[in-house]
Nanobody
Framework: QVQLVESGGGLVRAGSSLSLSCAAS????????MGWFRQAPGKEREFVAA????????MYADSVKGRFTISRDNAKNTASLQMNSLKPEDTAVYYC????????????????WGQGTQVTISS
């Protein structure tokens, strides 16, 4: 199983940008598709973005499409989430996850999870 550690969260103002990183160890990420999920207080964990094994396919939640970009670097065993034009409603704990499926927006597809990183957007 792959171990994942997120970094890059923080407190920024609305309209700003943040870049989250996910570093993997234990196994090579090239065997997994990667996803980002988020969980706001009192809400369920929700899908944000996903990228296929090779990076050839991506998918996004409608709420972040056009603002967030997911990417991966298999040589460095990392995945990233570039977040632009941030809104207060983007405030949540962000999790990266790895799935053996080609690409998925379903939580149940993901078998490894990081511990999460807090993103807070002030208005």
């Amino acid at each position: 199983q792959v171990q994942l550690v997120e970094s890059g969260g923080g407190l920024v103002r609305a309209g700003s940008s943040l870049s989250l990183s996910c570093a993997a160890s234990g196994r090579t990420l090239s065997s997994y598709s990667m996803g980002w999920f988020r969980q706001a207080p009192g809400k369920e964990r929700e899908f944000v973005a996903a990228i296929a094994w090779s990076g050839g396919a991506t998918m996004y939640a409608d709420s972040v499409k056009g603002r967030f970009t997911i990417s991966r670097d298999n040589a460095k065993n990392t995945a990233s989430l570039q977040m632009n034009s941030l809104k207060p409603e983007d405030t949540a704990v962000y999790y990266c996850a790895a799935s053996p499926d080609y690409i998925s927006r379903l939580r149940l597809s993901y078998t490894s999870w990081g511990q999460g990183t807090q993103v807070t957007i002030s208005s």
